[in-house]
């Protein structure tokens, strides 16, 4: 029978560096394909977006990790209801940070992305503060640190596919509000 695998806190500062390898680039070029005018007709895509992304990450999770890690904090009756939970309140923050992307001065892409990334440190250290680190066995000896760093950029990842799926479907419902030329 195979070992339970173990996170370790090497293996989560690699992924540190290497998602934000990813997402320099990915930012970057998502930056200067997607103007502040074609940003602002996103607003809703960016929430149904935050929603399918976000619980199909719970989806995941539970579906995957719910006896090694997520059994140890939430009870078992939650087990399916939490993608749907979580799909509901990251699209509330995708709406937020949407609102607050269009009025600063920085690009929206860039403010956008950023509040997201931001998040992660902010779930991750309420999760280290009830006991990542030590419930679950998978994760247990990791410092509390890389645990808390590696969410940003995990979470600007996330927050930039979110913004591309955004793309995807307000060029969907644009297409199927134009009527064909015949």
């Known amino acids: 029978m195979p070992a339970e695998p173990h996170v370790t806190s090497r293996i989560l500062w ?8 990813i997402d320099a680039p990915l930012i970057w070029f998502l930056a200067r394909v997607l103007r502040r005018e074609r940003f602002l007709t996103l607003k809703w895509a960016a929430v149904i977006g ?7 990450i719970w989806l995941w999770a539970v ?3 719910w006896r090694a890690v997520y059994s140890c904090f939430f009870p078992a009756w939650t087990r399916w209801w939490l ?9 509330a923050a995708a709406l937020g940070m949407w609102a607050i992307a269009v009025r600063l001065r920085v ?16 779930t991750h250290t309420w999760a ?9 066995p998978m994760l247990r000896g990791v410092n509390p640190a890389a645990a808390i760093v590696v969410s940003a950029p995990e979470f600007g990842f996330y927050w930039s596919v979110i913004l591309v799926l955004a793309v995807l479907l307000a060029r969907r419902a644009n297409r199927t509000k134009t009527p064909d030329a015949a």
């Open 83 to 91: 993608p749907f939970g979580y799909g509901v309140l990251f699209a």
């Open 14 to 21: 690699i992924a540190t560096v290497c998602l934000a390898a």
């Open 107 to 122: 690009h929206p892409v860039l403010s956008f992305v950023t509040l997201g990334a931001a998040l992660g440190p902010i």
């Open 50 to 56: 935050a929603f399918a992304v976000w619980a199909g």
């Open 128 to 136: 280290v503060y009830r006991g990542l680190l030590e419930k679950p």
């Open 63 to 65: 579906t995957t990790y």
